[in-house]
């Protein structure tokens, strides 16, 4: 279930339920595909979220550098919701886990269980 968004110039960070807590992946605007190889996990929704809102955040700024274009408004953006990350992640004691480490860790986990098995 998608429980909020941030979006930048070219991707959209989803913030869905899983398992494990909170999944933040990123979403083409212009196809709607999904990112396989960007998601990451934290037990905490407002970390998740924060995550969400510096990676848009930072995908905007690249976006105004490669444009040749000078904003200040990007830049305090970027520093503002880095700190914020920062400050719940240490807070909360929640620097998320790469999805794809989790993706292996079950699959390791569901060969395990086979071997078992037999």
Excluded at 26 to 37: A, C, I, K, Q, S
Excluded at 64 to 69: G, I, R
Aim: negative net charge; glycine residues 4%; proline residues 1%.
């Amino acid at each position: 279930m998608l429980m909020c968004a941030s979006e930048g110039r070219h991707w959209r960070y989803e913030v869905c339920e899983h398992d494990d807590g909170y999944l933040v992946q990123m979403r083409d605007l212009t196809t709607g595909e999904l990112d396989e190889e960007f998601s990451t996990i934290f037990r905490t929704l407002p970390v998740a979220f924060a995550y969400a809102e510096m990676s848009a955040a930072y995908e905007r700024y690249a976006a105004s550098e490669l444009d040749h274009a000078e904003d200040e408004q990007i830049e305090i953006e970027v520093e503002t919701t880095e700190r914020h990350f920062i400050d719940l992640s240490d807070r909360l004691h929640d620097s998320g886990i790469n999805g794809v480490v989790v993706q292996a860790w079950e699959r390791e986990s569901q060969r395990s269980r086979n071997a078992l098995l037999h």
